[in-house]
């Protein structure tokens, strides 16, 4: 058993840091957010499919469920045209940290989406995380919009898991993101419409179509599945702290790729080193609370 949630820990270390990775596939194409994510989740579609067709598994759900699922892809759509614009105004860095933000904005809308008290710990960690993004935006005030929009994909981020985390109860994981992912698809494409930017600029080039494959198959509908299985064998806990290492893994990666593009001010180390601290803490100050 000890070896199975060892393995178990290793694969959700590697999911992780593909997730980290996107980041930086963001930064390497080309092609603006909107185009970007329209590939990525036309792709990560295709590839669940293909999934389910191997596995021979039925996509039905009732069209109540249906509504719902396409309802929350829209807003995980917009989260990820507003993370990769974020990347694409400011740095991988940057948009990263924001978006660990999420824990601050779930902090604040779980209990109030379903109706519970407010706990000490969360205000506790939304005040540090407050104060580490103040730090952020004092030291590195010229990446203004680049901090809304990561703030803004994070807010977005943090509506859609407490939705999820409601819906998973009562369906399969894989089809409620595949329903997602098509919902994900007719925002953006309905964006790319109302912008009239359904053009030429659409047509990729072969580096950046190496990378869109990379990130809709593997970073997207690989690694997806790969987190639900090992979520079978680990508790919540060792889920929550690992996932957490997504910024790292990916301000890493950045760093290895893009050297002197992504170094930041000491400030902005600083205020980074205060978020992801808090976010790591948050779960252990839950269970303790809890238990």
């Known amino acids: ?59 039905r759900v009732s069209k109540e469920q249906i509504w719902q699922y396409l309802g929350v892809g829209v807003l ?31 902090a604040i809308l779980e209990p109030i989406i379903n109706r519970k008290r407010i706990a000490i710990s969360d205000v506790l960690v939304g005040l540090l995380i407050i104060f580490g ?14 901090i809304v929009f990561g703030l803004s994909c994070a807010f977005c981020a943090s509506i859609f898991s407490i939705l999820n985390a409601r819906m998973v109860k009562k369906a399969s994981p894989s089809i409620i993101t595949f329903y997602e992912m098509i919902g994900a698809f007719l925002v953006v494409s309905g964006l790319l419409l109302y912008t009239g930017q359904f053009d030429s600029q659409m047509i990729l080039s072969q580096k950046d179509l190496m990378y869109l ?19 079978k064998e680990l508790s919540a806990f060792t889920v929550a702290l690992t996932t957490n290492l997504e910024p790292v893994y990916g301000i890493i990666l950045a760093l290895l790729i893009f050297g002197q593009r992504e170094a930041m001010s000491t400030g902005f180390y600083f205020g980074a080193v205060i978020i992801l601290g808090a976010v790591f803490v948050y779960p252990y100050l839950k269970t303790k609370l809890i238990a």
Not at 10 to 30: A, K, N, P, Q, Y
Not at 135 to 144: D, T
């Open 213 to 231: 494959l990379l990130l809709g198959v593997v970073c997207t509908a690989f690694a997806y599945v790969l987190g639900v299985a090992v979520m």
């Open 133 to 146: 993004i103040y730090l952020i935006f004092k030291f590195e005030f010229k990446y203004f919009w680049g």
């Open 1 to 59: 058993m000890k070896l199975v949630v060892n393995r178990n820990i290793l694969i959700l270390h590697f999911t992780v840091l593909i997730w980290g990775f996107t980041g930086v596939l963001g930064e390497l194409i080309s092609v603006s957010a909107l185009h970007l994510v329209w590939y990525r989740v036309l792709i990560a579609a295709i590839s669940l499919y293909v999934f389910f067709l191997y596995k021979k598994k039925t996509i």
């Open 76 to 106: 995980v759509g917009l989260h990820w045209v507003l993370f990769f614009h974020a990347i694409k105004i400011s740095t991988v860095s940057v948009t990263l940290v924001t978006l660990s933000s999420v824990t601050l904005f779930t």
